[in-house]
């Protein structure tokens, strides 16, 4: 059963921007923390990003002020809107539960910043 489909991943130019969409089940989306994450080759897969049913968010300070997290609580829809996109911005993106703990993941979808 998949839980999660992300989509808007693509190749940009450092400075440029993307918005990622991650449509969820809605029994997973329904009362959860929603997070997006990102897994860089070599590297283990961090939070980038977090928000909470209510509206509020929370960012990793390697993003702070570049990208905003949102929710579509009636779309079961979480985006993620980058901007200024650095080279090391680039990594598959995933989004999942942050609380509840994350269930199964999905197959992400691929940003690289490149020149």
């Known amino acids: 059963q998949v839980q999660f489909v992300e989509s808007g991943g693509d190749l940009v130019q450092p400075g440029g921007s993307l918005r990622l969409s991650c449509v969820a089940s809605?029994?997973?989306?329904?009362?959860?923390?929603m997070g997006w994450y990102r897994q860089a080759p070599g590297k283990r897969r961090e939070l980038v990003a977090h928000?909470?049913?209510?509206?509020?968010?929370i960012y990793a300070a390697s993003v702070k002020g570049r990208f905003a997290i949102s929710r579509d609580n009636d779309k079961n829809t979480m985006y993620l809107q980058m901007s200024s996109l650095k080279p090391e911005d680039t990594a598959v993106y995933y989004c999942?539960?942050?609380?509840?703990?994350?269930?199964?993941w999905g197959q992400g979808t691929q940003v690289t910043v490149s020149s």
């Open positions: 809605a029994s997973i989306f329904s009362g959860s923390v």
């Open positions: 928000i909470f049913k209510n509206g509020l968010t």
């Open positions: 999942n539960r942050h609380d509840p703990a994350p269930v199964e």
